[in-house]
């Protein structure tokens, strides 16, 4: 039963709206971003964020065993959100080896920097217009997969 109520009488109710998917600023801004994931590429003048994403978790959680820590990172991003993006896109993807993920087509929703119990973020400068959008400062690791055959 829908709990959908047309209350003007006059019209049939076929429980639609008049809304597209993706067709909102924010839809288009997310579907061209997951295009570009870690590109450097943006808009040029665009205005980018400084963020450092530091461990949160203590050395010995043992969420660290699923997904490793590579230390503070500084990256240019346009979001908190997005500077966890930019630095998981950074790791080697399981499609680079021979190695299948648990959930989902991509590991890289497993980053420790996508997960807000591991690694938090600090934004540090606001608006630059000097920077591509990337990891600034920092070392990541591909080495966080480990393939099912040598």
Do not use: C
């Not at 997310?30 to 964020?49: F, H, P, T, Y």
């Amino acid at each position: 039963m829908s709990n959908v109520v047309n209350t003007d009488g006059n019209a049939p109710n076929n429980a639609t709206t008049s809304n597209t998917f993706g067709k909102s600023v924010e839809s288009q801004a997310q579907i061209s971003d997951a295009a570009r994931v870690g590109s450097s590429d943006v808009a040029k003048g665009e205005a980018l964020n400084i963020y450092r994403l530091e461990p949160l978790a203590a050395a010995d959680d043992p969420r660290w065993r699923n997904a490793p820590g590579h230390g503070t990172v500084i990256v240019a991003a346009r979001t908190s959100g997005d500077a966890r993006i930019v630095a998981a896109s950074r790791e080697l993807d399981f499609m680079e080896v021979d190695a299948a993920p648990a959930e989902d087509v991509t590991t890289s929703n497993a980053s420790a920097f996508r997960d807000d119990k591991l690694y938090t973020v600090i934004e540090i400068e606001h608006a630059r217009h000097d920077v591509r959008r990337g990891v600034l400062e920092g070392d990541i690791s591909v080495a966080t997969i480990v393939p099912v055959q040598v």
